[in-house]
């Protein structure tokens, strides 16, 4: 049943579902041709052999966790440092959040004013999705006149930010390291300036297989997830799209486009997706690592597969493409 806090996302639907039946028909049988194959677990990783005195335990986790961002992109961290009652005050603070009536969500200037849901501009049904966020920079996370009347939000978000940046910037040192650079490389490039959070909301969707999200890449270093048990993301593997088992204790963790093209492809970007539910609404929030959009992204290994390209551009001409053919084409669009 539609609330008060959904936003109008049938209405916008309805439109798409009035294009001429062929094209919607061509549609389908695309998306039938990406089903889904089975459920996964990704990797497990336990982050505290990172604090390990051993240092064969030690760097077997860093070595594990180059691994499953060679082979798959994606894996899940536990011990990860992030309190189980931090996390839950965030998803308690995140649902009162979206459970605020639409008008005022879309019009109050909550979160730097930074409220979206839908795609108004999709002239598609593969460029639909059916759901709503907020996107937050960090630099605006302490600012008091961005939370208004939702003035507990302010203290667990600083909390909850400040934790996942540490965590991000303990995996791509990491991940840094075992390509052979110095320690703390990319503390210098990535900051605050463009490093931020997006809360999600998943309403309830009443037609079948709609996206909550399109298929994508990332767009930065490396991306944290926390996702609720409700599941709906899936990821490409092989060829196929597998369905990410939730798990409670878990965070997960992504490599995005910057750290492919500096890893000169070791690391994979690998595109995903989150597939809306029926019955629940589904919550979570993600957190971007960054650079500074001047910062030059280049190869550390020879031949170099890209060309070397600034954040900045790299965002523009994402944008462009999203502009003129309603999706992203990313990283192809810088090869040498």
Known sequence: MKTSSDPPLLAQYGSLLRQPTQILAASQRKDQQCEVIEECELPLIDLGGLRSCNHNVRQACEEAIARASSEWGFFQVVNHGISPKLIGEMRREQVKVFETPFARKASCGLLNNSYTWGNPTATSLKHFFWSEAFHIPLTKISDEACYGEFSTLREVLEKFAAAMSSLARLLAGVLAENLGQPEGVLEEICNESSCFLRLNCYPKCPIPGIFGLVPHTDSDFLTILHQDQVGGLQLMKDSKWVAVKPNQDALIINI????????????????????????????????????????????????????????????????????????KVGLSRFLL
Do not use: M
């Open 256 to 327: 995005g486009d910057l750290f492919q093209a500096w890893s000169n492809n070791e690391y994979k970007s690998v595109e995903h997706k989150v597939i809306s539910n029926g019955k629940v609404e589904r919550y979570s929030i993600a957190y971007f690592l960054c650079p500074s959009y001047d910062c030059l992204i280049k190869s550390c290994r020879e031949p170099s597969i890209y060309r070397k390209f600034s954040f900045g551009e790299y965002r523009k001409q994402v944008q462009e493409d999203v502009k003129k053919t309603g999706h």
